[in-house]
């Protein structure tokens, strides 16, 4: 009887006599030499099955092809075949190790990261024809794989692989061997070889503090793994495809079934019909809830698959949300064709701003941006068209063109929704508004500007799970985020946090009260707005009209017994005075300031009439930050720097830089989301003199550096340096 070698991911092996070889079929037994009992076998975890077979002679060298197996570890598998053959349950070559000798190799689909049989690219499931075995000829960029892992059943980028799939983990649950739902997460991911098991600890012991955050959560936010790299774990545990929707051509009979509407609030795409089932691909398997909608609506039994969140909420756009807001353009224009051209009353406008068609389009704007992520939505208008621009990851980004006729009804739905004055068309006017998206509070912040062709139109976009990051997610370096957490756990002084408008602050000072709010401490916001809702924190908003002021908030939170005081902004000398008072009276209080470098921010407290020996007295630190857009991961390409730019920075000339090119997935932009870049001062006792005694700003600056501060130009070069950031945004933000 021969005998075969199980092969494992985590490296333990099994030897033993083969009683059944079907590995087509999902099938291998093997028996004990000892004992001559059934060996257990842990298929979710296998590698690769290897059984010697018996060969007179193979054929000369040059007719043997090579091949290359990429598993989900890291490892790969690689030499010289004779044949190979693709099925529904793994890639099984044999393997020429000599002129005489073979060894029957089977690789099942879950420890496939990418294969290449002789001259066939690298793939990640099963391909259309079986491969030929034609001379090798594929260059060593083809080996490159840039997913850190590929676990699930199989990676799927079309129908007929989503097909083949369904249809294997439909034997997977007939046949009963592949039993992974009580393996958790992090067990599969340090298998796997994603992670290791002093970062699951880690996890593990952070979790604790937040029970109720899930694991795959918890690796993300510490910078362990990605979402996706989460996602298809998960696809793993629960034996369901893994889809790239980048690359899938929807159904458009799929889509018939889930209205444009119910897709967006449950963020699911409906993807094509497989044995009269509708395959729809989601991104959270545990909401029950959305699932029995699908099931209700759709008619038909739903048979879902994962995808990742960004690509499901940027191809939920594509399919539904361009077609949504057209139909509703078009309807509206249709609409306002009978609306007679005189100015209308109060009663008209009020009328029209709650048509039916008005609400379509608005709403279908709002939601749309939320889903991609938009900061701010713009209606802009122009001579002769409306133009809608989402700012996206700091950038203004054309959407479309509207007719100018649908201007008034439009900005008159968002009066009504921001509760203004709708027949107000003279001044300036500011409004407020909360919607309900994908189970969170999104609020809306509406200012309306009249200008000469029109009334223009910002919605700023405070999206509460967006917004709100832990310390962890601040990108902090381990020796200056030990040094901010020490200073927003002092027990008196102040903390400043600076920058233009636009640069992350108050998403800082968030990230800092949710560190703070698990200590036994009374914590007291004044804002204007109130960004963020945090439970456990008391936060109250400015209203100038009704006399309560930042500086009138200050005074009245000194006699509620307060620990910790969150300052929005620091305005004026009054406010300065009341919060160094505070900081003074041993509170701990942390504001931002305008401010360019974190060494200018003491002389902008002088300039405000706060006395030095205040500001000496009470000053912890300053972080100065800017927000920098990231380079997309999909687009990257080596980018060309000017010689003045690497002489501006400091740049050696054989420094290799990168930037997004532009695609699809980042709009044509090149940049796919933003991250900080900052310079953390910290007052010591030298820095301390210093300011008492009337230093120059150059002067406290180079103390600084002295002291340990890393200028935020060399921090976000550091940035360029890892491929995170283009050396373009390194120059943009530069502050020397």
């Given at each position: 009887m021969a005998q075969a070698t199980i092969y494992y991911l985590d490296g333990h092996q099994s030897v033993g006599t083969v009683a059944a070889w079907k590995p087509n079929s999902g099938r291998i037994d093997l028996t004990s030499d000892v004992n001559h009992s059934p060996i257990p076998i842990q298929w979710p975890l296998i590698a690769h099955v290897d059984r010697p077979v018996y060969a007179s002679h193979l054929g000369?060298?040059?007719?043997?092809?090579?091949y290359i197996v990429t598993l989900v570890n890291g490892q790969t598998i690689s030499g010289t075949m004779v044949s190979a053959v693709v099925t529904s349950h793994g890639v099984e070559v044999w393997h020429a190790s000599d002129e005489a000798h073979l060894v029957e190799r089977f690789v099942p689909w879950?420890?496939?990261?990418?294969?290449r049989l002789g001259h066939v690219p690298l793939q990640s499931g099963p391909v259309e024809d079986p491969p030929g075995l034609a001379a090798e000829s594929a260059d060593s960029s083809q080996e490159k794989d840039t997913s850190p892992l590929s676990l699930g059943l199989l990676e799927v980028g079309n129908a007929r692989q989503l097909s083949d799939a369904l249809d294997r983990s439909k034997t997977i649950e007939q046949s009963g061997f592949d039993r992974t739902l009580r393996k958790t997460i992090g067990d599969i991911l340090v298998q796997s070889g994603v992670l290791d098991s002093e970062q699951l600890n880690t996890a593990l012991h952070r979790k604790r503090t937040e029970p109720t955050r899930p694991i795959g959560q918890v690796l993300v936010d510490l910078g362990f793994v990605s979402e996706e790299t989460i996602q298809r774990a998960l696809a793993y545990k629960l034996g369901v495809p893994f889809v790239r929707l980048d690359e899938f051509d929807v159904d458009p009979k799929a889509t018939r079934f889930i209205p444009a509407t119910t897709a967006a609030r449950l963020s699911v795409l409906p993807l094509m019909f497989h044995e009269r089932r509708l395959v729809v691909a989601l991104s959270d398997p545990s909401d029950t809830e959305a699932l029995n909608i699908l099931n209700f609506l759709a008619?038909?039994?739903?048979?879902?698959?994962?995808a990742s969140r960004p690509e499901l909420t940027r191809e939920i756009d594509r399919y539904y949300g361009a077609a949504e807001s057209q139909e509703a353009a078009e309807e509206l224009e249709m609409e306002l064709v009978e609306t007679p051209a005189a100015q209308p009353n109060r009663q008209a406008?009020?009328?029209?701003?709650?048509?039916?068609?008005?609400i379509r389009f608005v709403n279908s704007v709002i939601r749309d941006a939320i889903r991609q992520n938009a900061?701010?939505?713009?209606?802009?208008?122009?001579?002769?068209?409306?133009?809608?621009?989402y700012r996206l990851n700091g950038d203004m980004i054309p959407i479309k063109r509207f007719n100018k006729g649908m201007l008034a009804a439009a900005v008159s739905r968002i009066k009504i929704i921001g509760g203004m004055d709708i027949t107000e068309r003279r001044t300036p006017q500011d409004g407020r508004a909360s919607v309900r998206w994908d189970k969170h509070d999104v609020d809306l912040r509406i200012s309306v500007m009249?200008?000469?062709?029109?009334?223009s139109v910002v919605i700023r976009i405070l999206n509460t799970r967006q917004g709100l990051k832990s310390v962890d997610d601040l990108g902090f370096t381990d020796t200056d985020r030990q040094k901010f957490v020490d200073l927003i756990h002092r027990g008196q002084g102040m903390l400043l946090i600076t920058g233009p408008t636009g640069s992350g602050k108050s998403t800082t000072l968030y990230a800092a009260l949710h560190e703070l709010r698990s200590k036994s401490v009374n914590i007291l916001t004044v804002e204007n707005p109130v960004e963020y809702h945090m439970d456990g924190i008391e936060q109250m908003q400015v209203n100038e009209s009704a006399g309560f002021t930042f500086a009138s908030a200050l005074r009245n939170m000194l006699r509620h017994d307060p620990d910790i005081i969150m300052v929005g902004e620091i305005r004026d000398r009054e406010t300065g005075q009341i919060a160094v008072q505070s900081a003074l009276t041993g509170h701990l209080v942390l504001s931002t300031l305008h401010t360019n470098s974190a060494a200018s921010t003491v002389m902008r407290m002088i300039d405000m009439g706060i006395e030095d020996y205040l500001i000496s007295g009470t000053l912890n630190g300053v972080l100065a930050q800017r927000l920098v857009r990231r380079n997309c991961p999909h687009c990257i390409e080596q980018e060309v720097v000017d010689p003045w730019v690497r002489e501006t920075l400091g740049i050696g000339a054989d420094e290799v830089f990168y930037k997004g090119k532009g695609c699809h997935a980042c709009h044509e932009t090149g940049f796919s989301g933003r991250l900080a870049v900052y310079e953390l001062m910290v007052l010591t006792p030298e820095l301390r003199n210093m300011i008492v005694s009337g230093t120059a700003v150059d002067a406290l600056e180079k103390q600084a550096?002295?002291?340990?501060?890393?200028?935020?130009?060399?921090h976000a070069l550091g940035k360029a340096r890892n491929g995170d950031i283009s050396v373009a945004e390194v120059y943009r933000i530069r502050l020397s």
């Open positions: 000369s060298p040059h007719e043997f092809q090579n879950q420890a496939i990261r990418t294969y008619g038909y039994p739903v048979k879902y698959v994962l406008i009020e009328k029209l701003g709650r048509e039916k068609p008005v900061s701010d939505i713009h209606l802009s208008p122009r001579e002769d068209y409306v133009q809608l621009i009249p200008t000469i062709v029109g009334e550096l002295a002291s340990g501060m890393t200028p935020l130009t060399g």
